[in-house]
């Protein structure tokens, strides 16, 4: 139990388009889902917490125009990264918190997805 | 604010030795506390975790206690194995709101050789 997919796993695109990311939890609801970026050999540094039927909370300095976020149903939750540029380049993981009805704190990560911006 | 400090890398032990990691946290309230472990190329899967002091997480040999008089989670393995290499992050989850946003440590990069 318990998995999260990220689609695609890899993705290469041309500077100045937009891509999307999908993140899903597969066998259970996920009323808040997060999105890190990892840099090499560096530790995972939050961009925003998505929560169904609301707005993303972004961390400071995180461009929210830049990454829309999207988090439609209890199971999916979209990251568009908008205007690609080769700074975008990195390691996208989402993570997605079970809610069952109690307070519960363990994120579940999906397996990334690798952009490179060309 | 909350932080997370773990022992820097890399770390190279010979298969079957003893292996500790160590973390240190810093964080108001009473958090939760991880290990997290990422193989090459992949994401995060959850080794094991302590919601509370004294708490001792365990999974796959390796260990952790919630100590809160040293604000530490040690991660520990009496025998590794060299399917263990792999990057280790700490972590600990705020209870600030209901987000439970998680703050991790910078890693270790693990490499056990047969």
């Known amino acids: 139990g318990a998995v999260v997919s990220q689609h695609p796993s890899w993705v290469i695109c041309k500077s100045g388009t937009s891509v999307k990311i999908e993140c899903r939890s597969l066998?259970?609801?996920?009323?808040?889902m997060f999105w890190y970026r990892q840099f090499p050999k560096q530790s995972l540094m939050l961009m925003a917490t998505s929560n169904e039927g609301s707005k993303a909370t972004y961390e400071q300095g995180v461009e929210k125009d830049k990454f829309l976020i999207n988090h439609a149903s209890l199971t999916l939750s979209t990251l568009t990264v908008t205007s690609a540029h080769p700074e975008d380049s990195s390691f996208y993981i989402c993570s997605a918190r079970e809610d069952r009805g109690r307070v519960t704190d363990t994120q579940y990560f999906g397996p990334g997805t690798r952009l490179t911006v060309l | 604010g909350n932080s997370v400090t773990q022992m820097e890398g890399p770390v190279t032990l010979s298969e079957e030795a003893f292996l500790t990691i160590n973390c240190t946290y810093t964080?108001?309230?009473?958090?939760?506390l991880f290990w997290y472990v990422q193989y090459p190329g992949e994401g995060l899967q959850l080794l094991l975790k302590?919601?509370?002091?004294?708490d001792k997480g365990s999974n796959k040999g390796f260990e952790a206690t919630y100590r809160k008089e040293t604000t530490s989670f040690h991660l520990e393995k009496g025998s590794v194995q060299v399917s263990d290499s792999a990057v280790y992050f700490c972590a600990l989850s705020s209870s600030g709101g209901s987000n439970y946003k998680l703050t991790f440590g910078k890693g270790t990069l693990l490499t056990v050789n047969p």
């Open positions: 964080a108001t309230g009473y958090p939760s």
């Open positions: 302590a919601t509370k002091a004294d």
């Open positions: 066998d259970f609801q996920a009323t808040t």
